[in-house]
């Protein structure tokens, strides 16, 4: 078998024992949370009533039967039914994702169309004030609190200046313009920062230098050989962070009453209702297993010095 088969096999295996751990740890945290019963059923509710609501749902039986029922019903695509609403708790939780991925890819585009122009001018313009601004403004966008960014842009662009929507999707593609900038923020300070960081490193190779001896004019140098080069340690990042903006929207998405599966699953934990989160949190977990996969295959395709094996 060949190294690339051995390290797909591999990479499965250990993709399905971090599911398997991501399973038990939201399992056992959720039952430990509370009684969900208590929530679900009326004020007034006897003893009696309580019990037989217990057993109608399985929530009598022994934590460990209850996990097996669970990771049973997993393997067969059955996450079960919302304790609130009846549903089903799988479709539940995969409606929510077109929304969330929208809003992932919008701070996506975001973070590297402003970070990528911003890394390299900083990196070209090295110790000067262009330099010291663009990675002050790095820095402060690394700073910023999530929720403080978010509700300081609806204050200025919704409230004051009214020219964005505050919440929702009515407003089509301009209902995803603060948001997305409030979930990119971080990302792409940190994108920028790193892509200075490599650039430099790489212009002060070997390579380089051959090649501006040769004659190459600073723009080929920059853009086909340094850059290239740079920007492949960011491909891993880009990667690790669209699965970090899909599983960490859920402030983001609770700010701007955003109808994705952040916002679903901040809901379901309020209400305890456990089929909900454990489905909405494998469904996040596995696209994040998922992603960094193709990521490091990726890997072996941008440069071919990786060994897979």
Do not use: C
Request: proline residues 4%; glycine residues 8%.
């Amino acid at each position: 078998m060949s190294n690339f088969w051995s390290y797909i096999i591999r990479r499965a295996w250990q993709s399905l024992t971090i599911l398997l751990g991501v399973s038990i740890v939201v399992f056992f945290l959720m039952h430990l949370s509370g009684d969900p019963i208590r929530l679900l059923a009326p004020i007034d509710t006897t003893a009696e009533e309580l019990e037989a609501l217990r057993k109608l749902h399985g929530l009598d039986r022994p934590l460990p039967v209850q996990y097996w029922n669970f990771l049973s019903g997993v393997l067969r695509g059955d996450f079960g039914k919302s304790l609130r609403s009846g549903e089903n708790a799988l479709h539940l939780a995969l409606e929510r994702v077109p929304a969330t991925a929208r809003l992932a890819l919008t701070a996506l585009a975001f973070s590297l169309i402003v970070a990528l122009p911003f890394g390299v001018l900083a990196a070209v313009k090295r110790n000067t004030w262009i330099d010291r601004t663009v990675m002050g403004a790095a820095l402060i966008g690394q700073s910023m609190p999530v929720f403080w960014l978010g509700i300081l842009l609806i204050l200025v662009f919704a409230v004051n200046l009214g020219v964005l929507p505050a919440t929702g999707t009515r407003a089509g593609w301009r209902s995803l313009i603060l948001p997305g900038i409030t979930l990119g923020m971080f990302n792409m300070a940190r994108t920028a920062r790193l892509l200075r960081s490599e650039l430099l490193e790489v212009l002060q190779a070997e390579y380089i230098m051959t090649a501006r001896a040769k004659g190459m004019s600073a723009r080929v140098v920059l853009w086909r050989h340094a850059f290239r080069n740079a920007v492949i340690p960011l491909v891993t990042l880009i990667g690790l962070d669209l699965g970090a903006l899909l599983a960490g929207s859920v402030i983001t998405e609770t700010i701007f009453a955003w109808p994705g599966i952040g916002r679903l699953s901040v809901n379901a934990i309020y209400g305890r209702d456990y089929p909900v989160v454990q489905a909405a949190v494998l469904v996040v977990a596995s696209i994040y297993v998922l992603i960094n996969f193709l990521v490091d295959l990726s890997y072996a395709f941008l440069n071919p010095r990786v060994n897979l094996s």
